[in-house]
């Protein structure tokens, strides 16, 4: 019992770690040797917990992610604008973590796993976003609503590549503005 609690203890730090890193500098600051560093363990064990460290940048925007959900459940009680609000309120209340968020989507490799984490994530984001509009609008097909949702998508995520090139754009006011154009 005592090596699994001193597993979990070491694997926290190693998400703290990595948490705080990317917080202080971004992507450029969490190298495998600064995470490895600040939670005070050596790579091996890293290894033991985690594929690569791109599984960690993960696991910490995911859970920033997970942190405004509005159907946290997934009951099927969130509507499209609660997915956008969510959404906007990502970047807005964690803002370095969702230019790493964008940067790393952009910048994986394929042999890690970490592309197919993207591509998975993104389809459930689809499939949520497309069953909130099925239950907001009744005459829409799955295949319609799939549609939409994958515009809807690819509008915010198009918003939110400009937004990590420049800080001073207006990711929210877009936001919205595209919600109510494609949803």
Same mark, same amino acid.
């Given at each position: ?31 495998? +040797?600064?995470?490895?560093?600040? +939670? ?131 990711? +929210? ?7 109510? +154009?494609?949803?």
């Amino acid at each position: 019992m005592a090596r699994y609690e001193a597993g979990i203890r070491t694997e926290a730090r190693i998400v703290d770690a990595t948490r705080s890193l990317l917080a202080e500098g971004g992507l450029e600051a969490a190298t495998l +040797a600064a995470i490895c560093d600040r +939670a005070d363990v050596k790579a091996g064990s890293f290894y033991n917990l985690f594929d690569s460290k791109e599984a960690v940048v993960l696991r910490v925007v995911r859970e920033a992610i997970d942190a405004v959900d509005p159907d946290p459940e997934q009951a099927g009680t969130d509507t499209t604008q609660d997915l956008v609000d969510a959404y906007i309120r990502f970047f807005e209340e964690q803002p370095e973590l969702a230019r790493v968020y964008v940067l790393t989507a952009l910048q994986v490799e394929g042999a890690n796993g970490a592309r197919r984490r993207f591509l998975r994530h993104h389809e459930r984001r689809v499939e949520r976003f497309a069953d909130a509009m099925r239950r907001g609008d009744s005459t829409l097909s799955t295949d319609e609503a799939t549609v939409q949702a994958e515009l809807l998508l690819g509008a915010l995520d198009g918003l939110a590549f400009r937004w990590s090139l420049d800080k001073a754009f207006a990711f +929210a006011d877009y936001a919205r503005r595209a919600a109510k +154009a494609l949803s």
